[in-house]
């Protein structure tokens, strides 16, 4: 089986060394690139973390591109989003106090209990350039004050050369042994700007290696009419069990 990994040139490296060690064959294509927003001294100072009771990291990126500029949250409450933006905190020895249990989203870490009552609490969530703004909107209607900071930015990714014609042959190879993991709806855009369109009218066919429902509904939105592989999260562990699974199903891997 053949997994185009998507994510971006810096994060697919373990990906890829796993999926490869399990038995498949990876094509590196990244659909984004990030690069981080510096920050003056002024906003280092208003977006530190311990000038709040809780601090929220809404992805790898967040907690990569924070650590890089912003004091380490030692007094304050840190949620992540997802589990994978958990285990990126974790990895660098900083514990999480709210994840979600199952969503691995903003409707997941609003669920939570921990951030239902906020009245008069002070709230940093940490973001890339243009994310979502539905945990600033409902955490301000729950009474906190909440401030935003957008220290990395997401933007198109240039294709390496070969990549594209690599992925052209692995399609007319047979799209049932192709599989493309996507960590994001923003991923998946990059990918579908990325490629020419004739090539993705022949993508969108090919299976999809996702980790929640919000990307499921975006890739529908967008056409794609192959199967949907749900993982648990975006996290290397999960996203590779979900492969696995359906790698075995098609008998293309022994399941690990």
Not at 31 to 43: H, N, R, W
């Amino acid at each position: 089986m053949t997994v185009v990994v998507t994510r971006p040139e810096r994060q697919a490296g373990p990906f890829i060394d796993r999926a490869t060690r399990a038995g498949a064959a990876c094509l590196a294509i990244p659909a984004i690139a990030v690069d981080p927003v510096t920050l003056d001294e002024v906003a280092r100072a208003r977006l530190a973390p311990d000038a709040h009771d809780w601090t929220i990291y809404t992805s790898a990126n967040a907690v990569e591109a924070s650590l890089a500029q912003l004091a380490r949250p030692a007094r304050c409450k840190v949620a992540a989003v997802g589990r994978a933006t958990a285990h990126a905190l974790e990895a660098r020895g900083i514990a999480v106090d709210a994840r979600p249990a199952g969503r691995s989203d903003s409707e997941g870490l609003l669920a939570l209990p921990a951030l239902a009552a906020v009245a008069g609490q002070r709230i940093l969530i940490l973001r890339g350039e243009g994310g979502r703004d539905l945990l600033r909107e409902q955490l301000r209607r729950r009474g906190a004050t909440v401030q935003v900071g957008e220290i990395y930015r997401r933007r198109p990714a240039t294709a390496a050369p070969g990549a594209l014609a690599a992925l052209d042959d692995a399609l007319r190879a047979g799209s049932r042994l192709l599989i493309v993991a996507v960590t994001s709806v923003e991923v998946l855009d990059g990918l579908l700007g990325l490629v020419p369109p004739e090539l993705a009218a022949r993508l969108r066919v090919a299976a999809l290696l996702l980790p929640g429902e919000r990307v499921a509904e975006a890739a529908r939105a967008r056409h794609w009419t192959g199967e949907i592989v749900m993982a648990t999260s975006a996290e290397d562990a999960a996203m590779l069990a979900a492969l696995e699974q359906h790698a075995a199903s098609r008998g293309t891997l022994p399941p690990s």
